[in-house]
């Protein structure tokens, strides 16, 4: 994959008075109690301050725009971008709004922006031609911005062809990724290539599915050195080895595939390490009855979390790795009693990050219970992005990354 350009490779000539169209993912979530809307997480503004703050630094005009939420092309006012336009301006942002992404009102404002001014537009998906990525959208939203220089940096949205994310980049001259994008291809696609990682590299994975991960198993399998498998996709790989799952969630029709990966992994000389215990629950409830068993010995009831054994096992794993990147939680993670395979992980992570290792977590889940687990700060990268950050460990190229320039033209 080639490097793609990134604001930082501009020089400040070509950014000062210039038009500049930035996509970023401000997609906040909302405090789902309250009349009034309340941002319930600023994470994804405030990861969206590096990138404007050099823009405005540099003296740009910038033309801001976000997603929020799925209004499905149809106004929605509780959707509207107003409490994440205030949020900026708490950072320090000089922010104007308007009540569409498009037309005249838009485009009068867009051209009124002095150097180092921003116009937030408002929620780009009021507008079907956002997510059909509808030519006429796609001009009307470029008729309000006028872009020179396209500037993506919502990593969360890369891995769909938008009309503001690769759709309108075809209207500007110049197209390169923000700073916040640049960290995230930095890490996962560094990942992802096996470029300059350190080595053993480990990628656990888990989660619900194998139908959801099978390719993120097979990718990573290819790239590190070892995968570990945990969490409810576990079960479908331990009855392709032949062994009982009572009542655990198995995808029938994902036993073959899994046997497959396991063959890939054995004429690839890598290791596939699957659970030798697990947490099993009576019923799939938080307050179920639950007993410790060895894999092998599994008559009924549901895994739904890893054991003690395993935990050991893929914690010293982690700890003896360069990097490691981790999707998918260990087990119910929701239910606190199911819980701790994934937070032992997490701590795993944390503890091989001191000592100098590097850890990725990515997918929307395993960020959520990193967050819970109060060790974000101790992970060398967390993504922005669930599905985008898949996409990308799957090696699949993003629509949002495939359409920036990767040299200046002269
Ligand atoms: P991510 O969002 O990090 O990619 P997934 O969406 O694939 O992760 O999976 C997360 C879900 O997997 C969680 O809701 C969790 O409850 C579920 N899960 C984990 N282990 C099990 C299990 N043993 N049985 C059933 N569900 C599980
Ligand atoms: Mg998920």
Redesign the pocket.
């Known amino acids: 994959m080639i490097r793609k350009l990134n604001i930082r490779d501009l020089p400040s000539s070509l950014l000062n008075s210039k038009r500049v169209f930035l996509r970023a993912d401000l997609n906040v979530p909302f405090e789902k109690n309250s009349s009034i809307p309340v941002i319930s997480d600023d994470t994804r503004i405030k990861s969206a301050l590096p990138t404007l703050q050099h823009l405005t630094a540099a003296g740009a005009k910038v033309i801001l725009a976000s997603h929020l939420g799925r209004p499905k092309g149809q106004v929605n006012d509780s959707l509207r971008l107003a409490p994440v336009a205030d949020r900026l301006r708490e950072y320090g942002v000089d922010v104007l709004t308007v009540p569409d992404c498009i037309g005249d009102k838009a485009a009068a404002v867009a051209d009124s922006l002095v150097d180092g001014q921003v116009l937030l537009l408002e929620n780009t998906r009021f507008h079907s031609g956002e997510t059909d990525n509808h030519p006429e959208f796609v001009q009307a939203l470029a008729n309000v911005a006028k872009p020179d220089i396209y500037v993506n940096d919502a990593f969360g949205a890369a891995h769909r062809a938008h009309g503001s994310t690769a759709g309108i980049a075809e209207h500007a001259k110049i197209r390169v990724a923000g700073l916040l994008m640049e960290k995230e291809l930095n890490f996962l696609e560094g990942a992802v290539n096996g470029r300059n990682v350190k080595r053993p590299m480990v990628a656990v994975i888990?989660?619900?599915?194998v139908s959801?991960?099978i390719a993120v198993v097979e990718s990573l399998l290819h790239k590190t050195d070892r995968v570990l498998i945990?969490?409810?996709m576990?079960?479908t790989f331990l009855r392709a080895m032949g062994h009982n799952t009572a009542d655990?969630?198995v995808e029938e029709d994902y036993v073959d595939v899994a046997r497959d990966a396991l063959r890939t992994a054995k004429e690839l000389g890598k290791e596939i390490l699957l659970p030798v215990d697990a947490v099993v629950a009576a019923s799939?409830a938080s307050d179920a009855a639950y007993e410790i068993k060895q894999i092998n010995e599994l008559t009924s009831g549901?895994?739904?979390?890893i054991g003690p054994r395993t935990i050991e096992l893929f914690r010293n794993q982690v700890l003896d790795a360069g990097t490691v990147v981790w999707?998918?939680?260990?087990?119910?993670?929701?239910f606190e009693q199911f819980a701790t395979g994934t937070f032992a992980v997490a701590n795993a992570l944390a503890e091989m990050t001191a000592k100098g290792g590097v850890s990725i977590v990515g997918?929307?889940?395993?960020?959520a219970a990193i967050q819970v687990s109060g060790l974000a700060s101790k992970i060398s990268h967390i993504s922005t992005g669930?599905g985008a950050s898949?996409e990308l460990l799957e090696g699949k190229v993003l629509p949002g990354v495939a359409c920036l320039d990767d040299q200046l033209e002269h």
């Open positions: 888990g989660g619900a599915k959801s991960k945990g969490g409810g576990m079960w655990s969630l799939f549901m895994g739904l979390d999707n998918g939680p260990m087990g119910v993670f929701e997918g929307g889940d395993s960020v669930g898949l």
